[in-house]
């Protein structure tokens, strides 16, 4: 069946950031330049409005670059299913700009009557996986699309879970049709708090489910029951983050990646580089150098 | 504190961490939500004052059901409940109006390429309050909140929001009496009419211009 989301400009297998307003102008400036960035990231909530400054500027990129829109307010895991006021703005934003990918979390915020600007953690159990399948299964039918979920940062996990986390995710997007934003960031500061296995992890995830990768940078507290990680994206990206990642694109082959920077937010052009270097991995892969590109989308030409 | 039952794996101190954790992230995300919300009210009061009541507004329970960018909706009418006092929470309704001017739809404001040459036909012209717009009392703590010492002696500050940014006027006593009047959709006419009940006929005009070139009028609904 082909839907809305069949003529949107798919994302790029290339590098990504997000869109900051301290950065509209000079994105739009630098689109001709030979590092840029080859789509962008919102987070949609802060567009959830009828018209004014911020929907100005996100009409005008959205018409350069392929846009992917990050939900965090739809609450995919909370009892009583996805929050529909978030989703009927979600739907209205995305009838008036093109939304090459959307995305929310394998998480919850919300109970009936209060909001959490938090993203907590579900248990890996089949009542869990029911409910989180039939909130995406709500959220699909609306929109009209397959939509990814992001693996969650956690700091806490469940007794008696029925499964690890790839496995309820594989699960999931069995049930639903919907994909994974393998965020690998989120597996560091997990293995950190709760002491997963991050390559045991990775190697469980099936490439074919993921359509889009985070990498970001966490903060780390130290404490005398041992660290903490923070998941703050308020630093740049690790090098056990970066590691990670070139192995999973060495594998899975060239998967659009996002570099995720929402504190402490630096200059446009330290950005930039930090996505040229994960232009560069999604570039060695085979399947890179197989495809035949065109003289703008050669990735030598994209080089400084 | 004690632990829900069987809940979570791991070490119960962890648990404890982790949990403060969550909790300080939500909380530290409302407060700053409020304080983006409110800047002028946080001027106005300091820093310290300003956090003292946020946590108390936060803790009352209010402003948690919706999304962040809405979470201030009820604090100038806490402020009020709680005996704040006239002149602050008169800021922070200029704070959460410049915040919905911010939010409001598009609209197209009446510019004055709009108003008719005919005589006939600029009476008839049926006006209204553009959508984003709102006018406050300009008192001293107002004028000091929003870093304007300039315009002493006006009687309001617009807000509006004709295109894409949200700007500020001061307003004339009589442009301000003008805003009053159009609580309704009115006419021209009527607009005049009501304004020469207490202006001289010089000021009328002038004070509907006011308010056409601050982009705080549309046009309003043929009766």
Sequence with gaps: MTTLADHVRALPPRAGIGLKPQHYALMLDGLSDAVRPFWVEIHPQNYFRDGGVSRHWLERVADALPVSFHSTGLSLGSAGGPDMAQLDWLARLIDAVPASSVSDHISWSRTAHEYFPDLLPIPYIQASLDQMAASVGQVQDRLKRRILVENPSRMLAYQGDSWEEPEFIARLCAATGCGLLLDINNIVVSATNIGIDPQAYLDAIDPVLVGEIHLAGHAVEQHDVGPLAIDDHGSAVGEICWALYTDYIGRAGPIPTLIERDNDVPAYDVLVAEAQRADHVLCATKECADHVLTATEHCLASAA | ?223
């Design chain 2, 1 to 223: 504190m004690a632990l829900p039952g069987a809940l979570f794996a791991g070490d119960a101190r962890r648990i404890l961490l982790a949990m403060a954790a969550h909790a300080n992230t939500i909380s530290h995300g409302r407060l700053v939500a409020l304080e983006d919300s409110f800047t002028a009210t946080r001027r106005a009061l300091g820093e310290a004052a300003f956090n003292q009541l946020t946590r108390a507004y936060i803790e009352a329970g209010l402003g948690l059901d919706g999304q962040l960018n809405d979470i201030g909706h009820a604090f100038p009418d806490w402020l009020e409940a709680q005996g704040q006092g006239a002149a602050l929470v008169a800021i922070a309704r200029f704070d959460l109006a410049f915040l919905r001017a911010h939010h409001c739809r598009d609209a197209a404001a009446l510019t004055l390429s709009d108003l008719p040459d005919d005589a006939d036909a600029l009476m008839a012209l049926p006006l209204a309050r553009h959508p984003a717009a709102s006018a406050h009392a300009l008192t001293p703590i107002l004028l000091d909140a929003i870093e304007q010492p300039d315009w002493s002696g006006k009687a309001a500050i617009l807000i509006t929001r004709p295109d894409v940014a949200v700007r500020l006027f001061p307003l004339g006593v009589a442009a301000h009496d003008a805003w009053g009047v159009l609580a309704e959709p009115v006419t021209f006419a009527e607009l005049c009419a009501n304004l020469g009940v207490t202006h001289d006929d010089a000021a009328i005009i002038p004070a509907i211009i006011e308010l056409v070139r601050a982009g705080a009028l549309q046009l309003g609904t043929q009766p």
